[in-house]
Protein backbone atom coordinates (compact mmCIF):
# COMPACT_ATOMS: atom_id res chain seq x y z
CA UNK A 1 0.00 0.00 0.00
CA UNK A 2 1.60 3.11 -1.35
CA UNK A 3 1.69 5.86 1.81
CA UNK A 4 0.30 8.83 0.77
CA UNK A 5 1.62 11.66 2.94
CA UNK A 6 0.19 14.94 0.98
CA UNK A 7 -2.89 16.44 2.51
CA UNK A 8 -6.04 15.10 2.46
CA UNK A 9 -7.27 17.23 -0.15
CA UNK A 10 -4.15 16.96 -2.39
CA UNK A 11 -5.57 13.10 -3.14
CA UNK A 12 -8.44 11.22 -4.63
CA UNK A 13 -9.38 8.03 -3.89
CA UNK A 14 -9.17 6.08 -7.23
CA UNK A 15 -9.26 2.08 -7.67
CA UNK A 16 -9.07 0.04 -5.18
CA UNK A 17 -8.95 3.29 -2.91
CA UNK A 18 -5.42 3.66 -4.30
CA UNK A 19 -4.50 7.65 -3.47
CA UNK A 20 -4.33 9.29 -7.20
CA UNK A 21 -1.94 12.55 -6.40
CA UNK A 22 -3.91 15.45 -8.05
CA UNK A 23 -1.87 16.94 -10.92
CA UNK A 24 0.35 19.80 -10.46
CA UNK A 25 1.20 18.85 -7.20
CA UNK A 26 4.74 18.05 -6.05
CA UNK A 27 4.81 14.77 -3.71
CA UNK A 28 6.77 15.25 -0.92
CA UNK A 29 9.65 12.72 -1.45
CA UNK A 30 9.78 15.11 -4.70
CA UNK A 31 11.00 17.99 -2.50
CA UNK A 32 14.16 18.88 -1.18
CA UNK A 33 13.12 18.43 2.03
CA UNK A 34 11.14 15.25 1.32
CA UNK A 35 14.38 13.86 0.07
CA UNK A 36 16.68 14.61 2.45
CA UNK A 37 14.85 12.90 4.57
CA UNK A 38 14.77 9.52 2.87
CA UNK A 39 18.49 9.34 3.63
CA UNK A 40 18.11 11.00 7.35
CA UNK A 41 19.49 14.16 6.45
CA UNK A 42 17.47 17.24 7.10
CA UNK A 43 17.54 20.28 4.37
CA UNK A 44 16.17 23.85 4.99
CA UNK A 45 18.11 27.28 4.84
CA UNK A 46 17.89 31.13 6.04
CA UNK A 47 14.58 32.55 5.54
CA UNK A 48 13.93 36.78 6.21
CA UNK A 49 10.60 37.20 8.24
CA UNK A 50 9.53 39.86 5.76
CA UNK A 51 9.86 37.73 2.90
CA UNK A 52 7.64 35.61 4.40
CA UNK A 53 4.19 38.12 2.99
CA UNK A 54 4.98 36.81 -0.18
CA UNK A 55 2.92 34.15 -1.00
CA UNK A 56 5.01 32.39 -3.49
CA UNK A 57 8.13 32.71 -1.54
CA UNK A 58 6.18 30.91 1.32
CA UNK A 59 4.57 28.52 -0.17
CA UNK A 60 8.42 27.57 -1.50
CA UNK A 61 10.03 27.46 1.69
CA UNK A 62 7.02 25.25 3.21
CA UNK A 63 7.34 22.60 0.24
CA UNK A 64 10.96 22.70 0.09
CA UNK A 65 12.87 23.10 3.69
CA UNK A 66 12.48 21.17 6.82
CA UNK A 67 14.36 23.01 9.01
CA UNK A 68 14.72 27.00 8.91
CA UNK A 69 17.12 29.68 10.13
CA UNK A 70 16.28 32.75 10.82
CA UNK A 71 18.46 35.25 8.44
CA UNK A 72 18.63 38.53 10.55
CA UNK A 73 16.14 38.25 12.73
CA UNK A 74 18.44 36.76 15.96
CA UNK A 75 20.99 39.05 15.49
CA UNK A 76 21.83 41.91 18.39
CA UNK A 77 20.84 44.49 15.77
CA UNK A 78 17.61 43.06 15.53
CA UNK A 79 17.31 41.87 19.03
CA UNK A 80 18.55 44.68 20.94
CA UNK A 81 17.22 48.34 20.93
CA UNK A 82 18.68 49.79 23.49
CA UNK A 83 20.78 48.26 26.22
CA UNK A 84 18.19 47.53 28.66
CA UNK A 85 15.71 45.84 26.25
CA UNK A 86 14.87 42.93 23.90
CA UNK A 87 12.26 43.36 20.93
CA UNK A 88 11.60 39.57 19.91
CA UNK A 89 8.41 40.45 17.70
CA UNK A 90 9.90 39.32 14.28
CA UNK A 91 12.25 36.09 16.05
CA UNK A 92 8.92 35.31 17.70
CA UNK A 93 6.69 35.34 14.66
CA UNK A 94 9.12 33.76 12.28
CA UNK A 95 9.82 30.82 15.24
CA UNK A 96 5.91 30.60 15.62
CA UNK A 97 5.84 30.31 11.85
CA UNK A 98 7.80 27.24 11.66
CA UNK A 99 6.35 25.84 14.84
CA UNK A 100 3.07 25.78 13.14
CA UNK A 101 4.59 24.09 10.41
CA UNK A 102 6.57 21.43 11.88
CA UNK A 103 9.30 22.36 11.06
CA UNK A 104 12.74 22.47 13.24
CA UNK A 105 14.74 26.53 13.25
CA UNK A 106 18.15 27.56 14.31
CA UNK A 107 19.20 30.16 15.84
CA UNK A 108 21.75 32.55 14.47
CA UNK A 109 23.69 33.95 15.62
CA UNK A 110 24.71 34.51 19.55
CA UNK A 111 28.27 36.29 18.91
CA UNK A 112 29.53 38.02 15.73
CA UNK A 113 31.93 41.16 15.22
CA UNK A 114 28.92 42.69 12.57
CA UNK A 115 25.61 43.71 12.86
CA UNK A 116 25.96 45.27 16.69
CA UNK A 117 22.87 47.60 17.57
CA UNK A 118 24.05 51.07 17.42
CA UNK A 119 24.33 51.51 21.26
CA UNK A 120 26.89 49.18 21.80
CA UNK A 121 30.45 50.74 21.19
CA UNK A 122 29.39 54.06 23.31
CA UNK A 123 28.14 51.57 25.80
CA UNK A 124 29.93 48.22 25.98
CA UNK A 125 33.40 48.54 27.68
CA UNK A 126 35.58 45.72 29.12
CA UNK A 127 34.15 46.46 33.12
CA UNK A 128 30.19 45.53 31.90
CA UNK A 129 30.81 43.24 29.02
CA UNK A 130 30.66 39.78 30.37
CA UNK A 131 27.72 40.94 32.23
CA UNK A 132 25.78 42.20 28.75
CA UNK A 133 27.23 39.00 27.05
CA UNK A 134 25.74 36.66 29.67
CA UNK A 135 22.69 38.06 29.79
CA UNK A 136 22.14 38.32 26.66
CA UNK A 137 22.96 34.72 25.69
CA UNK A 138 20.96 33.60 28.61
CA UNK A 139 17.83 35.64 28.15
CA UNK A 140 18.00 34.84 24.04
CA UNK A 141 18.34 30.63 24.45
CA UNK A 142 15.83 30.34 27.50
CA UNK A 143 13.12 32.31 25.79
CA UNK A 144 13.50 29.43 22.86
CA UNK A 145 14.82 26.65 25.49
CA UNK A 146 13.66 23.06 24.17
CA UNK A 147 12.38 24.51 20.41
CA UNK A 148 16.12 25.16 18.67
CA UNK A 149 17.69 22.17 16.80
CA UNK A 150 20.79 24.38 17.30
CA UNK A 151 22.45 27.48 18.05
CA UNK A 152 25.87 29.57 16.30
CA UNK A 153 27.13 30.58 19.39
CA UNK A 154 30.09 31.88 18.17
CA UNK A 155 30.49 33.40 14.38
CA UNK A 156 33.53 33.86 12.36
CA UNK A 157 35.75 33.90 14.83
CA UNK A 158 39.36 32.81 12.88
CA UNK A 159 41.15 35.26 10.75
CA UNK A 160 44.57 34.58 9.30
CA UNK A 161 44.87 37.60 7.03
CA UNK A 162 43.35 40.76 8.56
CA UNK A 163 44.26 41.90 12.03
CA UNK A 164 44.61 39.08 14.19
CA UNK A 165 46.30 37.50 17.10
CA UNK A 166 48.01 33.97 16.12
CA UNK A 167 45.14 33.27 13.67
CA UNK A 168 41.95 34.48 16.00
CA UNK A 169 40.00 37.93 14.60
CA UNK A 170 40.13 40.93 16.57
CA UNK A 171 36.82 41.75 17.42
CA UNK A 172 35.33 43.64 19.99
CA UNK A 173 34.03 40.55 21.94
CA UNK A 174 37.34 39.34 21.86
CA UNK A 175 39.05 42.51 22.78
CA UNK A 176 37.27 42.96 25.72
CA UNK A 177 37.07 39.52 27.03
CA UNK A 178 40.29 38.00 26.03
CA UNK A 179 40.26 34.56 24.35
CA UNK A 180 38.17 33.36 27.00
CA UNK A 181 34.90 34.71 25.87
CA UNK A 182 34.38 32.11 23.51
CA UNK A 183 34.50 29.37 26.46
CA UNK A 184 31.92 31.56 28.34
CA UNK A 185 29.45 32.40 25.91
CA UNK A 186 29.22 28.53 24.92
CA UNK A 187 28.90 27.86 28.70
CA UNK A 188 26.31 30.15 29.31
CA UNK A 189 24.05 28.99 26.34
CA UNK A 190 24.72 25.43 27.44
CA UNK A 191 23.08 25.94 30.53
CA UNK A 192 20.03 27.76 29.07
CA UNK A 193 19.18 25.34 27.35
CA UNK A 194 21.23 22.27 27.65
CA UNK A 195 19.34 20.39 24.47
CA UNK A 196 20.41 22.74 22.08
CA UNK A 197 22.96 21.68 19.77
CA UNK A 198 26.31 24.26 20.32
CA UNK A 199 28.02 25.50 17.25
CA UNK A 200 31.09 27.26 16.44
CA UNK A 201 30.29 28.66 12.50
CA UNK A 202 33.18 29.86 10.27
CA UNK A 203 33.27 30.07 6.65
CA UNK A 204 35.96 30.01 3.48
CA UNK A 205 36.99 26.29 4.72
CA UNK A 206 36.05 24.46 1.61
CA UNK A 207 38.26 25.47 -1.19
CA UNK A 208 41.43 24.46 -2.36
CA UNK A 209 43.13 27.90 -1.87
CA UNK A 210 46.06 28.67 0.65
CA UNK A 211 43.95 31.23 2.33
CA UNK A 212 41.01 28.49 3.02
CA UNK A 213 44.07 25.87 4.04
CA UNK A 214 45.40 28.27 6.47
CA UNK A 215 41.93 28.74 7.94
CA UNK A 216 40.65 24.94 8.16
CA UNK A 217 44.11 24.55 9.94
CA UNK A 218 43.22 27.11 12.60
CA UNK A 219 39.91 26.26 13.07
CA UNK A 220 40.72 22.35 13.75
CA UNK A 221 43.38 23.90 16.46
CA UNK A 222 40.60 26.09 18.06
CA UNK A 223 38.10 22.67 18.08
CA UNK A 224 40.87 21.04 20.14
CA UNK A 225 41.69 23.87 22.37
CA UNK A 226 37.31 23.50 22.90
CA UNK A 227 37.47 20.03 23.36
CA UNK A 228 40.99 20.43 25.60
CA UNK A 229 39.19 22.81 28.24
CA UNK A 230 35.72 20.66 28.46
CA UNK A 231 33.85 23.86 26.13
CA UNK A 232 30.41 22.48 25.69
CA UNK A 233 30.61 22.81 21.21
CA UNK A 234 29.07 20.41 19.87
CA UNK A 235 29.30 21.06 15.70
CA UNK A 236 31.09 22.77 13.55
CA UNK A 237 28.89 24.96 11.21
CA UNK A 238 30.75 25.01 7.54
CA UNK A 239 28.89 28.07 5.86
CA UNK A 240 30.07 27.15 1.85
CA UNK A 241 29.34 30.43 0.70
CA UNK A 242 31.39 28.96 -2.23
CA UNK A 243 33.30 31.56 -3.95
CA UNK A 244 35.30 31.79 -7.51
CA UNK A 245 38.82 32.69 -4.65
CA UNK A 246 39.65 28.72 -5.67
CA UNK A 247 38.43 25.12 -7.00
CA UNK A 248 36.86 22.83 -4.82
CA UNK A 249 38.80 19.61 -4.26
CA UNK A 250 36.42 16.69 -3.00
CA UNK A 251 39.59 14.91 -1.53
CA UNK A 252 41.00 18.10 0.78
CA UNK A 253 37.44 18.74 1.81
CA UNK A 254 36.59 15.15 2.91
CA UNK A 255 40.17 15.00 4.82
CA UNK A 256 39.04 18.14 6.73
CA UNK A 257 35.90 16.81 7.51
CA UNK A 258 37.97 13.04 8.73
CA UNK A 259 40.02 15.81 10.77
CA UNK A 260 36.60 17.87 12.46
CA UNK A 261 34.24 14.13 12.86
CA UNK A 262 37.34 12.74 14.42
CA UNK A 263 37.38 14.92 17.32
CA UNK A 264 33.87 13.99 18.33
CA UNK A 265 32.15 16.66 16.44
CA UNK A 266 28.87 16.76 14.02
CA UNK A 267 28.96 18.75 10.97
CA UNK A 268 26.40 21.65 9.13
CA UNK A 269 26.87 22.59 5.95
CA UNK A 270 25.12 26.00 7.01
CA UNK A 271 24.72 28.57 4.31
CA UNK A 272 25.46 27.43 0.91
CA UNK A 273 25.55 29.53 -1.97
CA UNK A 274 27.57 30.02 -4.77
CA UNK A 275 28.89 33.16 -6.34
CA UNK A 276 28.72 33.09 -9.86
CA UNK A 277 30.49 36.56 -10.83
CA UNK A 278 33.24 34.56 -13.24
CA UNK A 279 30.91 32.54 -14.71
CA UNK A 280 29.22 33.62 -18.64
CA UNK A 281 25.93 35.90 -18.52
CA UNK A 282 24.41 33.38 -20.73
CA UNK A 283 21.43 31.72 -18.29
CA UNK A 284 21.71 28.21 -19.36
CA UNK A 285 24.84 28.04 -19.61
CA UNK A 286 25.29 30.29 -15.96
CA UNK A 287 23.28 27.74 -14.49
CA UNK A 288 24.64 25.15 -15.45
CA UNK A 289 28.34 26.11 -14.10
CA UNK A 290 26.41 26.88 -10.88
CA UNK A 291 25.42 22.99 -10.90
CA UNK A 292 28.13 21.68 -11.61
CA UNK A 293 29.29 23.36 -8.52
CA UNK A 294 26.57 21.95 -6.87
CA UNK A 295 27.33 18.37 -7.95
CA UNK A 296 31.14 18.16 -7.14
CA UNK A 297 30.25 20.26 -3.79
CA UNK A 298 27.32 18.46 -1.82
CA UNK A 299 28.37 15.12 -3.17
CA UNK A 300 31.37 15.09 -1.29
CA UNK A 301 29.87 17.11 1.61
CA UNK A 302 26.99 14.33 2.19
CA UNK A 303 29.07 11.65 1.80
CA UNK A 304 30.57 11.73 5.28
CA UNK A 305 28.64 10.40 7.70
CA UNK A 306 29.31 13.75 9.88
CA UNK A 307 27.35 15.51 7.88
CA UNK A 308 23.29 15.44 8.49
CA UNK A 309 22.06 19.00 7.84
CA UNK A 310 22.35 20.50 5.03
CA UNK A 311 21.27 24.01 4.31
CA UNK A 312 21.71 27.08 2.32
CA UNK A 313 21.60 30.63 2.62
CA UNK A 314 18.44 31.28 0.91
CA UNK A 315 16.05 29.06 -1.38
CA UNK A 316 15.38 31.48 -4.24
CA UNK A 317 18.01 33.99 -6.26
CA UNK A 318 14.75 36.85 -6.04
CA UNK A 319 15.84 37.37 -2.22
CA UNK A 320 19.84 36.24 -2.32
CA UNK A 321 21.99 38.65 0.25
CA UNK A 322 24.47 37.67 -2.91
CA UNK A 323 22.50 40.40 -5.05
CA UNK A 324 23.74 43.21 -1.65
CA UNK A 325 26.71 43.20 -1.76
CA UNK A 326 30.47 44.07 -3.57
CA UNK A 327 32.25 40.82 -3.06
CA UNK A 328 29.37 38.97 -5.35
CA UNK A 329 28.84 41.46 -8.02
CA UNK A 330 28.50 40.61 -11.43
CA UNK A 331 30.67 42.93 -13.95
CA UNK A 332 27.82 42.77 -16.38
CA UNK A 333 25.70 44.11 -13.56
CA UNK A 334 23.06 41.11 -13.91
CA UNK A 335 22.01 38.96 -10.81
CA UNK A 336 23.70 36.65 -8.64
CA UNK A 337 21.80 32.81 -9.49
CA UNK A 338 23.72 31.06 -6.96
CA UNK A 339 20.37 29.40 -4.76
CA UNK A 340 18.26 26.27 -5.88
CA UNK A 341 15.13 28.40 -7.35
CA UNK A 342 15.49 31.47 -9.66
CA UNK A 343 13.36 34.72 -8.76
CA UNK A 344 10.80 33.50 -10.46
CA UNK A 345 10.91 29.95 -8.23
CA UNK A 346 11.43 27.83 -11.14
CA UNK A 347 13.64 24.79 -10.48
CA UNK A 348 16.91 25.53 -11.85
CA UNK A 349 19.54 22.78 -12.65
CA UNK A 350 21.42 23.07 -9.17
CA UNK A 351 17.91 22.30 -7.69
CA UNK A 352 17.94 18.91 -9.23
CA UNK A 353 21.58 18.47 -8.89
CA UNK A 354 21.01 18.95 -4.96
CA UNK A 355 17.78 16.45 -4.86
CA UNK A 356 20.01 13.69 -6.70
CA UNK A 357 22.44 14.19 -4.36
CA UNK A 358 20.19 13.91 -1.63
CA UNK A 359 18.79 10.65 -3.09
CA UNK A 360 22.38 9.49 -3.58
CA UNK A 361 23.72 9.91 -0.46
CA UNK A 362 24.59 7.15 1.91
CA UNK A 363 22.09 6.71 4.67
CA UNK A 364 22.82 8.71 8.04
CA UNK A 365 22.52 6.61 10.87
O1 LIG B 1 16.86 46.11 8.72
C1 LIG B 1 17.49 47.17 8.01
C2 LIG B 1 16.40 48.06 7.39
O2 LIG B 1 15.69 48.69 8.45
C3 LIG B 1 17.07 49.10 6.51
O3 LIG B 1 16.06 49.86 5.86
C4 LIG B 1 17.90 48.34 5.43
C5 LIG B 1 18.60 49.31 4.49
O4 LIG B 1 19.83 49.67 4.95
O5 LIG B 1 18.92 47.56 6.09
C6 LIG B 1 18.31 46.55 6.88
O6 LIG B 1 19.32 45.82 7.48
C7 LIG B 1 20.02 44.95 6.60
C8 LIG B 1 19.82 43.51 7.10
O7 LIG B 1 20.62 42.59 6.30
C9 LIG B 1 18.37 43.08 6.99
O8 LIG B 1 17.97 43.06 5.68
C10 LIG B 1 21.50 45.29 6.70
O9 LIG B 1 21.69 46.59 6.11
C11 LIG B 1 22.32 44.26 5.90
O10 LIG B 1 23.70 44.48 6.12
C12 LIG B 1 21.99 42.85 6.43
O11 LIG B 1 22.71 41.96 5.61
C13 LIG B 1 22.84 40.65 6.21
C14 LIG B 1 24.33 40.37 6.43
O12 LIG B 1 24.48 39.03 6.95
C15 LIG B 1 24.95 41.34 7.41
O13 LIG B 1 26.30 41.13 7.45
C16 LIG B 1 22.30 39.63 5.20
O14 LIG B 1 20.89 39.81 5.04
C17 LIG B 1 22.58 38.21 5.69
O15 LIG B 1 22.25 37.27 4.66
C18 LIG B 1 24.06 38.06 6.01
O16 LIG B 1 24.26 36.76 6.54
C19 LIG B 1 25.59 36.39 6.93
C20 LIG B 1 25.48 35.42 8.09
O17 LIG B 1 24.78 36.02 9.15
C21 LIG B 1 26.85 34.97 8.54
N1 LIG B 1 27.63 34.44 7.44
C22 LIG B 1 27.71 35.25 6.23
C23 LIG B 1 26.31 35.67 5.79
C24 LIG B 1 26.42 36.53 4.56
O18 LIG B 1 27.09 37.71 4.86
Redesign the pocket.
Known amino acids: MIQSDAPANLTRRGFLGMPILLSGVTRPSDTLQGRAALRGITYGG ?1 VAYAHLQDRDYRAAVLREMKMLVP ?2 ELKWESLRPSPTTYDFTKADALIRFARVHGKHIRG ?2 LTWH ?2 FPRWYTSVVHAGNASHILTDHIATVVRRYAGQMHSWDVV ?2 QVETWEANVDGIRVTPWLTLLGYGYMDLAFRTAHAADPQALLVYND ?1 ALELNADWHAARRQRVVRLLQDFKSQGTPVHALGI ?1 S ?1 LTPDGVFDPAIFTNFLNHVAALGYTIIIS ?1 MDVVDKTFPADIARRDAMVADVYRRFWTAALAHPAVKVALT ?1 GLTDKYT ?1 LN ?1 VRMAHRADGLSVRGLPLDDQYHKKPAYEVLLNAFATAPMKK
Do not use: F, L
Open positions: AENHCHQNEYQHEWWT
